[in-house]
């Protein structure tokens, strides 16, 4: 019951109510129903007048009907609990932990089975963690192990130039944005913080982003120009921004664009909810209107993505996970056959760096 989901079960939870409460006694109602009918005809033929027949029977009633009610509110207020708490629950190992252990049979038998259960869920939510580590482990080492003949090929091409030569760097850059993006995945899956929160120049960062896709905008025929105050500072982790900043100016090129504009501004500075907004705006393909609510959804390609056939639709997912991850915001807005307008907003908060800077 964790996750990404509602946290409520597919299927509802039979209510505990004195309705049912009967049906589910229904075999010791019927029981004491024909005891008593037994009582009613055996003492008249045992010498008992009729109004002492009726008393014994009305006492049989009130002591069957009080247990019976004392019976009902000790398990209501256990089910009723139970039935609470499992609609609301978002983690199956703590519930035992929320309620206490009922003092009847059935209830303890319920209660041992979800600790039981609660214990499973935690053993197996442990051991998948622990997978997901070690795979993500191994994803960084690979990682790390190709940038090497990345780093030797790059290397090679620079000490051969020529046309083939270019080509082949384009391509290699191509899997050099693509192994990034596989390794930046890695690391937002990951509960440990592996980044750090300081004072970055926004317009060296963009224009670092651009430069490390240089090679796929001229082969686009894109061209990026730059509207931010050379002084101006944003909080963010830098390697972080730069991949980004890449993501979208990848996708720009990828869909038509010939222009790419950063703009920087300020927003109620010098109050609690200063910030600075950079816009992205490109002049490509631009976006189908149904598709813009769902461009930051993980796997999502759109129309525009299975028309060029070449989206993976993890370009944006990972940038509005790695903008939440830092505390940024980032905001799409577009218009079919106009282009696009990605926005980021960086809080002033200087919290935010004694919380996460280094």
């Known amino acids: 019951m964790s996750g990404h989901g509602t946290g409520e079960a597919d299927t509802p939870i039979a209510p505990f109510t004195p309705a049912t409460y009967v049906r589910d006694n229904v075999i010791g109602l019927a029981a004491f129903l024909l005891a008593l009918a037994s009582t009613v005809l055996i003492l008249p033929a045992l010498g008992v007048n009729s109004a002492g027949t009726l008393l014994v029977a009305d006492v049989l009633t009130l002591i069957a009907l009080g247990a019976g009610f004392l019976d009902y509110r000790r398990k209501a207020a256990f089910y009723h609990e139970l039935h609470h708490l499992t609609g609301q629950l978002r983690q199956a190992c703590v519930l035992p932990s929320l309620i206490a252990e009922p003092p009847f049979l059935d209830g ?105 896709h240089s090679r796929f905008l001229i082969e686009k025929g894109c061209t990026p ?43 109620e500075p010098g109050t609690s909810r200063g910030r600075t907004v950079l816009e992205v705006r490109d002049n490509g393909c631009g976006i189908p209107a149904a598709d813009v609510p769902r461009v930051f959804e993980r796997g999502f390609t759109g129309q525009v993505g299975r028309a060029h056939g070449s989206a993976t639709g993890m370009g944006l997912y990972l940038v509005a996970n790695l903008c939440a991850s830092m505390g940024l915001h980032v905001g799409l807005a577009s218009e079919e056959g106009t282009g696009t307008r990605v926005i980021l907003t960086f809080p002033h908060d200087r919290t935010r760096k004694e919380l996460f800077g280094a």
């Not at 101006?232 to 993501?247: H, K, N, R, S, Y």
Request: net charge negative; glycine share 2%.
């Open 108 to 212: 303890k038998i319920a209660y041992d089975t979800a600790s039981r259960l609660a214990q499973l869920s935690a053993e197996e939510t442990a051991a998948l963690r622990d997978n997901e580590a070690a795979y993500r482990r191994y994803v960084e080492l690979w990682i790390h192990e190709i940038k090497t003949p990345i780093a030797a090929i790059k290397l090679m091409l620079a000490n051969n130039p020529g046309p083939e030569s270019a080509k082949v760097a384009r391509e290699l850059e191509r899997i050099e944005a693509q192994v990034d993006q596989a390794l930046y995945y890695a690391r937002s899956t990951s509960v440990e913080r592996d980044y750090a929160i300081r004072e970055v120049n926004l317009a060296a960062v963009a224009r670092e982003a651009c430069k490390r």
């Open 225 to 267: 120009a730059f509207d931010i105050p050379d002084a101006m500072t944003v909080l963010a982790d830098e390697p972080w921004l730069v991949f980004i900043l890449g993501q979208v100016i990848v996708n720009a090129a990828k869909y038509g664009a010939t222009a790419l504009t950063f703009t920087a501004r300020e927003e």
